[in-house]
């Protein structure tokens, strides 16, 4: 999108309509103090938990994060973008990330463990899911959450010429291409079982991915050959100084442009972890935990700058921001504003 007058961009904030959200929430960021304005919204779809641009900024694309999952896809023109047709179904449950990969959408299908590549268009609107559906299969050890696959990130690694999927039910992470428009596995990678990994982030050197696990409160280091098209993992850092008090529920991570920070969202705790990045991107040290100033932060996003840091806050209905120190890392809040069931926050 445009940068309007040198200083405008905006955000896309997803919300779960089902309890109470507005759907995409459209908001101006002010460059200098990373401020949000809200300037209106738009339900096209139920519960549009994740969002993504495509890479000239022009279309949004939405998740319909419900049984019969969807995909839509939004023209991005004035304050408020405008639906460009009917939403794509995906042949999947509960897709709850997406992401632009070879002239397609992918969807991580949560419910029915599965990755869809839906068709772009030329003009960034969808076209009908033919057989580019990719089913996961196995489990993991935890009784209730891993009885099944369950898809919960999928994103191209840094090259393009792979998409990685990570997989909460089964403990691993899976590279895939696209062949004849269907995602296809290369590798399957394994991680400890009963970890429960649901994110992952690259670092911007290439060399290396950090996976943020649920089911316990860790995020793993991996050594990623792009090459290769695999995934090493190495260590784990927990993502808190001491043992939780319950269930943690770590949910987002990001990485500093500049590949010195990465921060982790834990809910059961409400707290931002900051983690000094050693050894060349193969070590994650903790620096510390501050509070998020809302409950049950769902997802984080960081400009590109690496300047402000956003939170959606689920629970408690708002999207926080943050300015960073440049020494530490250390998050301090900035401001807030209410969106209620906030999902996720995208930047342009």
Sequence with gaps: ????????????????????????????????????????????VPDPSYLALSPTGETLYAVSDTTDGAVAAYRVTGDVPEQTGPPVPV???????????????????????SVTAVPVRADGTLARVASGILRHSGSGPHARRQQSPHVHHVQPDPSGRWAVSVDLGTDSVRVCALRDGAPVLHREHAL?????????????????????????????????????????????????????????????????????????ATRGEDVLSVFAVEAGGEVLRLVGTVPCHGRWPRAVALTDSGDFLYVANERSGDVTWFTLDPTTGLPRRAGSVAVPAASCVVLD
Excluded: Q
Aim: aromatic share 8%; charged share 15%; glycine share 16%.
């Design 1 to 44: 999108m445009a940068d309007l007058g040198g200083r405008r961009r905006r955000a896309f904030i997803g919300s779960f309509t089902a309890a109470g959200g507005p759907g995409v929430v459209i908001a101006d960021v002010d460059r200098t103090s990373g401020a949000l304005t809200l300037l209106g919204s738009l339900n096209g």
């Design 91 to 113: 042949g999947g449950s509960g897709p709850t990330h997406l992401s632009v990969f070879d002239g397609h959408v992918l969807t991580a299908n949560y419910g029915s463990g």
């Design 192 to 264: 400890r079982p009963g970890s429960g990994p649901r994110h992952l982030a690259f670092h911007p050197a290439g060399r290396h991915a950090y996976v943020v696990n649920e089911l316990t409160p860790t995020v793993t280091v991996c050594r990623w050959d792009a090459v290769d098209g695999s995934l090493k993992p190495l260590a784990e850092a927990a993502v808190l100084p001491g043992a939780p008090a319950g269930d943690a529920y770590p949910s987002g991570l990001v990485v500093s442009p500049d590949g010195r920070f990465v921060w982790a």
